[in-house]
């Protein structure tokens, strides 16, 4: 949608193009050294601010290459798990049952979340255990920012947990563990 002065710039810069064109055509069909070959040039000469124009309306269309910022230190650059909190975590039911199956062993991510606030935190099922949805289990949990996170996590919070977009579980800190940065 073109506003009143983009539909007036577009006109002026087709004018100015024809009369560039007009201008070469005398200026290739006059004699040289004539009075009509210089006015043919200097018909031409009016394209050239408009050239200036239409050449930073090209530059502005081309796609900017914005540097990525760094992205931020998270869990893979800490050296191992160090549990800042015992919390007691009860694992949703998904509301497809054929996704009801236990958690088995290995680490999760997500962020523990009160209220509008979101902590990045990570925990660990040990190896040769599953855990049940629907029932409450004790877990260790690492937080990214241990200095930040801990004031807000006394004994009997409740908070619910965020992986990617969905809540997957609740939660109620247990016991704080010392934080070592």
Not at 6 to 28: D, E, F, N, T, Y
Not at 109 to 134: H, K, M, Q
Request: aromatic residues 8%.
């Amino acid at each position: 949608m073109s506003t009143k002065i983009q539909s007036r710039r577009k006109l002026i810069v087709a004018v100015l193009l024809c009369v560039a064109v007009g201008g070469a055509l005398v200026r290739h069909y006059a004699a040289p050294g004539s009075t009509t070959r210089d006015i043919g040039t200097l018909l031409m000469v009016l394209w050239v601010p408009i050239i200036g124009n239409v050449i930073a309306w090209l530059i502005g269309k081309l796609p900017r290459r914005t540097p990525k910022p760094a992205p931020p230190a998270g869990f893979d650059t800490l050296p191992e798990f160090t549990p800042h909190l015992q919390a007691a975590l009860t694992f949703r039911r998904p509301s497809v049952p054929a996704q009801d199956v236990p958690l088995g062993p290995g680490e999760y991510r997500g962020a523990l979340v009160l209220g509008t606030e979101g902590f990045s935190a990570r925990w660990r099922v040990p190896s040769g255990t599953s855990l049940a949805r629907g029932t409450p289990v004790a877990l260790d949990i690492e937080f990214l920012s241990p200095v930040v996170a801990q004031p807000k996590f006394t004994q009997g919070t409740a908070f619910r947990v965020l992986v990617d977009e969905s809540f997957v579980a609740d939660g109620q800190a247990l016991q704080l563990r010392p934080a070592h940065t």
